[in-house]
């Protein structure tokens, strides 16, 4: 399965048009079933050094353990710990969630989806999930730009991978910061255009820029969102050499060797894109 293709009349999708592709991708088309993610992650990874030499290919167990280090990659970045309170944002199939709870023992962590059907599956997946469970993971559905939560009620807030989803980048930061405590800490992992001028150029090689499904921004241009929601000690940090190369290697090895998804690297290498941890305190 691949992203639907831009529209036919040449014009930019619209709003409507992008929340539809994106629910058909997590609900029906289930995005995490592709070969491209493992282990009911659905991230690039952060990738270790490959134990069989820069030029082995990856295992599917290679996979996985990049996926679940992406999150370990964020959680400690937010020094998040026993007794703290905390919110994942576009948890996906929970599993990240799952790992969060179980190696950083917050006291609270809730982890909310927009997409219904990637809720159902993270209760099936993850027995944390389920109506009743004791647990200190709780799942929500709710969008970014419009958290359920109490005001200074978290620690921390972070987000993996979804945030080129979000409609309303300034919204979602008005949000994070409403409900974190002060000095409450925000993490977010995804890729962004290294500059705005490198937008026509990436929308040209990669498939969910001109579709639609990414709405992505520069990343100075993220940092600023955060900075004008009053954030402060705000930070991106690339971490581009451990997530492209060896993604791009998992890939050659999937049947999506020979379409659109190989141009991430390409775009990386030419300096359009990159994957950054962004961090900020309330």
Same mark, same amino acid.
């Given at each position: 399965?691949?992203?639907?293709?831009?529209?036919?009349?040449?014009?930019?999708?619209? &709003?409507?048009?992008?929340?539809?592709?994106?629910?058909?991708?997590?609900?029906?088309?289930?995005?995490?079933?592709?070969?491209?993610?493992?282990?009911?992650? $659905?991230?690039?990874?952060? @990738?270790?050094?490959?134990?069989?030499?820069?030029?082995?290919?990856?295992? !599917?167990?290679?996979?996985?353990?990049?996926?679940?280090?992406?999150?370990?990659? /964020?959680?400690?970045?937010?020094?998040?710990?026993?007794?703290?309170?905390?919110?994942? !944002?576009?948890?996906?199939?929970? !599993?990240? &969630?799952?790992?969060?709870? &179980?190696?950083?023992?917050?006291?609270?962590?809730?982890?909310?989806?927009?997409?219904?059907?990637?809720?159902?599956?993270?209760?099936?997946?993850?027995?944390?999930?389920?109506?009743?469970?004791?647990?200190?993971?709780?799942? !929500?559905?709710?969008?970014?730009?419009?958290?359920?939560?109490?005001?200074?009620?978290?620690?921390?807030?972070?987000?993996?991978?979804?945030?080129?989803?979000?409609?309303?980048?300034?919204?979602?930061?008005?949000?994070?910061?409403? /409900?974190?405590?002060?000095?409450?800490?925000?993490?977010?992992?995804?890729?962004?255009?290294?500059?705005?001028?490198?937008?026509?150029?990436?929308?040209?090689?990669?498939?969910?820029?001109?579709?639609?499904?990414? /709405? /992505?921004?520069?990343?100075?241009?993220?940092?600023?969102?955060?900075?004008?929601?009053?954030?402060?000690?705000?930070?991106?940090?690339? $971490?581009?050499?451990?997530? @492209?190369?060896?993604?791009?290697? @998992? $890939?050659?090895?999937?049947?999506?060797?020979?379409?659109?998804s190989r141009n991430w690297l390409r775009a990386y290498e030419e300096g359009l894109v990159d994957y950054y941890i962004a961090t900020a305190r309330r």
């Open positions: 399965m691949e992203p639907d293709p831009p529209r036919a009349d040449g014009q930019a999708p619209g &709003a409507a048009d992008r929340r539809a592709r994106r629910s058909a991708m997590y609900g029906a088309n289930d995005l995490s079933s592709l070969t491209l993610f493992s282990g009911g992650f $659905i991230n690039f990874g952060y @990738w270790a050094d490959p134990p069989g030499g820069p030029d082995s290919a990856p295992t !599917v167990a290679e996979r996985t353990a990049s996926q679940q280090e992406m999150y370990r990659q /964020v959680a400690r970045r937010l020094d998040l710990g026993a007794g703290q309170r905390a919110a994942e !944002v576009g948890c996906g199939l929970g !599993v990240g &969630a799952a790992l969060v709870a &179980a190696e950083f023992s917050p006291a609270a962590l809730v982890a909310l989806d927009l997409s219904a059907e990637q809720l159902g599956r993270a209760r099936e997946r993850v027995p944390q999930a389920r109506p009743g469970a004791a647990a200190p993971l709780r799942f !929500v559905q709710a969008d970014a730009d419009r958290l359920p939560l109490a005001e200074a009620a978290l620690d921390a807030v972070y987000s993996v991978e979804a945030a080129q989803h979000f409609e309303d980048l300034p919204a979602f930061a008005a949000e994070a910061r409403r /409900v974190l405590r002060p000095g409450g800490r925000l993490a977010v992992a995804v890729f962004f255009l290294t500059a705005e001028s490198a937008r026509a150029r990436a929308t040209t090689l990669l498939e969910t820029f001109g579709n639609g499904v990414d /709405v /992505v921004v520069a990343v100075d241009d993220f940092t600023a969102v955060l900075r004008a929601a009053g954030f402060t000690d705000v930070a991106a940090e690339s $971490i581009g050499p451990r997530v @492209w190369h060896r993604f791009d290697a @998992w $890939i050659a090895r999937t049947e999506y060797r020979d379409v659109w």
